[in-house]
């Protein structure tokens, strides 16, 4: 079955701890996002990858890290995590990086809670 | 800047009447438009996407939407709302010229009330 794994689902944490959210996709896409979703604004990305080892600065990358080392997997990474990062992450792919028709698969998300 | 309004958050209506979702866009040239379902504890999924061509749209689970360009306008309907419609809705526009980048609106909770 096509689809993009997050990992964990929910998670309860410190300030300051830092820690990392997986995504892999299984459907060989090139292009993958990070976006994080909070009441009234949306989703909002955070970072992209075009193809293994180039990454971008998405809108709202302040406090976040990601790599893609491998096609499939795009960790997002939160070195010293703050209160306002506590939001609700996904994860999303699509096919190709040079044509903006192509619809996202979007994983299921993580729930971050940051104390 | 591309941006996104949804008017309404919430919309509320009861089953088998009308649903009616309004989007608007602002783009500097006419964009990719889209709309996302978002069910409870999961992710999106695409409901139908305008690229270019017919300017009526027909998506999953009876929605449709029509790009009316002089309005700015990507309105999604159903003709008869369904509990299962009960859902949060996001319209979603990238650039033709740029890579996949979606800039999303505020999204809309639609209640469906029996």
């Known amino acids: 079955e096509a689809q993009v794994t997050q990992n964990p689902r929910y998670l309860i944490t410190v300030t300051g701890k830092k820690l990392t959210v997986t995504c892999s996709q299984n459907m060989n896409h090139e292009y993958m996002s990070w976006y994080r979703q909070d009441p009234g604004l949306g989703l909002r990305q955070i970072y992209y990858s075009m193809n293994v080892e180039v990454t971008d600065k998405g809108d709202v990358p302040e406090g976040y890290k990601v790599s893609r080392k491998e096609k499939r997997n795009f960790p997002l990474i939160l070195e010293s995590p703050s209160p306002n990062q506590t939001s609700l992450y996904f994860c999303?792919?699509?096919?190709?990086?040079?044509?903006?028709?192509?619809?996202?698969?979007f994983g299921d998300g993580t729930r971050l809670s940051i104390l | 800047a591309q941006s996104v309004t949804q008017l309404g958050s919430h919309v509320s209506v009861s089953e088998g009447a009308l649903v009616l979702l309004r989007c608007n866009y602002s783009s500097s040239v006419p964009p990719y438009l889209f709309w996302y379902v978002q069910y409870p504890n999961q992710g999106l999924q695409l409901l139908l996407k305008?690229?270019?061509?017919?300017?009526l749209v027909k998506g999953i689970n009876g929605f449709e939407a029509e790009f009316k360009k002089s309005e700015t306008s990507f309105h999604l309907t159903k003709p008869s709302a369904h509990m299962s419609d009960a859902a949060e809705y996001f319209c979603?526009?990238?650039?033709?010229?740029?890579?996949?980048?979606?800039?999303f609106g505020a999204g809309t909770r639609l209640a469906v009330h029996p």
């Open positions: 305008y690229t270019t061509g017919a300017t």
């Open positions: 999303a792919s699509s096919l190709s990086s040079g044509t903006s028709n192509q619809p996202q698969h």
């Open positions: 979603a526009v990238s650039d033709p010229g740029g890579y996949n980048k979606l800039i």
